[in-house]
């Protein structure tokens, strides 16, 4: 896993972990808000995370999806990176 990713998965880790009673709208806000910050450090490292990404994220961390079909999309979306 790349350093960038593992960042990502502990922010939005523990986003989850402190927002646990909120609200579901309030949880998504918290987590849109997580996604801009990130994608902002990840542009600072010359990486760049589509919209069509960040709402792959968004999903599976809202509970949309589950983490095997989340994989699974990330897989399929890799394969048209050129």
Do not use: C, P, W
């Not at 646990?20 to 990486?47: F, H, N, P």
């Not at 069509?52 to 048209?80: C, N, P, T, Y």
């Amino acid at each position: 896993m790349k350093l960038a990713d593992q960042t990502y998965n502990q922010l939005l880790e523990g986003i989850l972990v402190e927002r646990k009673s909120a609200s579901m709208k309030e949880l998504e806000a918290d987590l849109i808000r997580a996604m801009r910050s990130t994608k902002a450090s990840l542009q600072v490292e010359g990486l760049h995370v589509t919209d069509q990404e960040a709402s792959l994220v968004l999903s599976r961390m809202m509970g949309d999806i589950s983490q095997a079909e989340f994989l699974q999309r990330a897989k399929e979306a890799s394969l048209h990176v050129r």
